[in-house]
């Protein structure tokens, strides 16, 4: 069974700090993991994926992610946090058929 | 713009009701998912359909059902409505079945059970 748990429903950082969103796994095949982002009223937008080719996998507006099987952890870090970052991340598994299961999401905010 | 259109954006009826959502996935894809997002149960997979086909189900009541057209367009059925199925419902579309494609999502459409 595919699972992700993201630890933190709601992180609070200042403008420019390090952003570091956590995503736990679990897996019973090799996972593929991504991180979406979604703004208010809007869709799910890609970020990022890790499809079993490099560990450290650079997204879109700076944000990266690494893969890190021995700790079953996909965690999402932006070195300098803008305003516009300001959004819903969600952390997601997908299973052999391509079923994405999304963690609970963790709220970002920024502070000016 | 993803290039998933979902219709309508917004839908307000009562409870008891039945409606439908359309999704109309990107040009090229076979594959559409449906997905249902709400306060308390976050995002769940509802169901996959591929090329016409049921691939996989989730968590997905027996009143809602969906299906998929030769045009590949998509069509989720909601009936008996409660208010707990307000939420927001968004289709995804990827090239083909395999997790090795991406998924892409449409901006949702937001139903609201009164």
């Known amino acids: 069974a595919q699972s992700v748990t993201q630890l933190g429903s709601h992180v609070s950082v200042s403008e420019g700090a390090l952003v570091l969103l956590r995503c736990n796994y679990s897996?019973?095949?090799?996972?593929?993991l991504f991180w979406y982002v979604q703004y208010p009223n809007q869709g799910l937008q890609l970020l990022l994926k890790?499809?079993?080719?490099?560990?450290l996998v650079k997204g879109i507006n700076g944000f990266e992610a690494e893969f890190k099987k021995s700790e079953t952890s996909f965690h999402l870090t932006k070195p300098s946090a803008h305003m516009s970052d300001a959004a819903e991340y969600f952390c997601?598994?997908?299973?052999?058929?391509?079923?994405?299961?999304f963690g609970t999401g963790t709220s970002l905010t920024v502070i000016p | 713009d993803s290039g998933v259109t979902q219709t309508p954006k917004h839908l307000i009826t009562a409870t008891g009701q039945r409606v439908t959502l359309r999704c109309s996935p990107r040009?090229?894809?076979?594959?559409v998912y449906w997905y249902q997002q709400s306060l308390d149960q976050g995002l769940q997979f509802l169901i996959q359909?591929?090329?016409?086909?049921?691939?996989a189900k989730g968590n997905i009541l027996e009143r809602f059902s969906a299906q998929q057209f030769p045009d590949l367009h998509s069509e989720l059925n909601l009936s008996s409505l409660e208010l707990g199925d307000s939420a927001l419902y968004f289709c995804?579309?990827?090239?083909?079945?395999?997790?090795?494609?991406?998924?892409?999502f449409g901006p949702g459409t937001r139903l609201t059970v009164t």
């Open positions: 897996s019973s095949v090799p996972p593929y």
């Open positions: 359909y591929y090329n016409g086909e049921e691939r």
């Open positions: 040009s090229g894809d076979l594959s």
């Open positions: 995804a579309s990827s090239v083909a079945s395999d997790r090795l494609y991406e998924q892409y």
């Open positions: 997601a598994v997908t299973s052999v058929g391509n079923q994405f299961y």
């Open positions: 890790y499809t079993s080719a490099a560990t």
